[in-house]
């Protein structure tokens, strides 16, 4: 079955850390470009991070820049979002997706609250 499956989300106080993982499984995970987007309530679905298919090349979005890192171990078909510095303007729904194949996780909820 081809699907992706997002876990590590919860509750943090500002200036927090989570690591939220996407495990993947049906297709060949290693070839695929992957992303980590958010949905905060009330506004439209953003891309937060991207990770090339060997995992050497990253790329953010300007406000979590030096806070996030993307990662992914191709061994063990999994992707990661480590979240360091937590602010409340990142609670939000996160999602991982495989862009080439349209394919989302069902979300993760982050919430940044003290």
């Known amino acids: 079955q081809v699907q992706l499956v997002e876990s590590g989300g919860g509750l943090v106080q500002p200036g927090g850390s989570l690591r939220l993982s996407c495990a993947a499984s049906?297709?060949?995970?290693?070839?695929?470009?992957m992303n980590w987007y958010r949905q905060a309530p009330g506004k439209e679905r953003e891309l937060v991070a991207t990770i090339s298919s060997g995992g050497r090349s990253t790329n953010y979005i300007n406000p979590v820049k030096g806070r996030f890192t993307i990662s992914r171990d191709n061994a063990k078909n999994t992707l990661y979002l480590q979240m360091n510095s937590l602010k409340p303007e990142d609670t939000a729904v996160y999602y991982c997706?495989?862009?080439?194949?349209?394919?989302w996780g069902q979300g993760t909820q982050v919430t940044v609250s003290s």
């Open positions: 997706y495989v862009p080439s194949r349209l394919l």
């Open positions: 049906g297709f060949t995970f290693s070839s695929y470009i």
